[in-house]
């Protein structure tokens, strides 16, 4: 399954940076669901997206963390002022009506 | 709250080896399961599902799972493991009220030649 693209694969930054990851759902697929995996730690859910609107953010962290899916172009999670904690993989899924979750590759954040 | 537990976090195996992974789930209405795969370094990518008739569902790579909804399980099971079956598996429930899937923490599972 080639079809959800997330990017940057690898990203790397510094304490206080903001990191921006990127996800494009599978062609005509409206639902985006962003997890992050931490070693030992399984899926954790984050946010649902659709086009549009934040659906439920229930497992987002309060500050510093944020999503969108707008109207054109992909989903972004957004974290601000990155601290070493936050380090993980981010993978992003997208489902054409919630049937079934299609994953992307993941994006492996690493803050030093 | 919804959850999902996966019991075994790492289970060993030899090849030809049956298989055998639990997964129960705390939701009472109707539920979607699903059984995800992760081989080394790639995506997860879907195993097998259930939404609904025959409880037994099979998968691919000989893979099955069968729903007992008085025991709110949907275990994995192979027959015969192989080294290539060497990965992390996680279980997922979407309760049919609503949008959400919940996974269990999942289980690595090594198979050894």
């Known amino acids: 399954n080639a079809g959800v693209m997330q990017n940057p694969r690898h990203l790397v930054r510094r304490r206080g940076q903001e990191a921006r990851l990127r996800c494009s759902p599978m062609?005509?697929?409206?639902?985006v669901y962003w997890y992050r995996q931490l070693p030992e730690e399984g899926l954790k859910f984050m946010v649902y997206?659709?086009?549009?609107?934040?659906?439920?953010e229930s497992g987002m962290p309060k500050e510093r963390f944020s999503a969108e899916f707008p109207k054109e172009g992909p989903s972004i999670l957004r974290i601000q002022q990155v601290v070493r904690g936050d380090s993980a993989a981010y993978f992003c899924?997208?489902?054409?009506?919630?049937?079934?979750?299609?994953f992307g590759e993941g994006s492996r954040l690493t803050v030093l | 709250a919804q959850s999902v537990s996966q019991h075994n976090h790492h289970v060993i195996l030899s090849e030809a080896a049956s298989l055998e992974l639990g997964c129960n789930y705390s939701y009472g209405g109707t539920v979607n399961l699903f059984w995800y795969v992760q081989y080394p370094g790639q995506h997860l990518q879907l195993l097998l599902k259930y939404f609904s008739g025959d409880p037994l569902v099979k998968g691919i790579k000989g893979f099955e799972a069968e729903f007992i909804k008085s025991k709110f399980s949907f275990n994995l099971r192979k027959p015969s493991v192989q080294w290539s079956d060497t990965a992390e598996y996680f279980c997922?429930?979407?309760?049919?009220?609503?949008?959400?899937?919940?996974f269990g923490t999942g289980t690595s599972l090594t198979v050894i030649p």
């Open positions: 062609k005509g697929h409206s639902h």
């Open positions: 997922a429930v979407r309760p049919n009220t609503g949008n959400q899937f919940y």
């Open positions: 899924a997208s489902s054409i009506n919630t049937g079934e979750l299609f």
């Open positions: 997206l659709q086009k549009e609107n934040i659906i439920d």
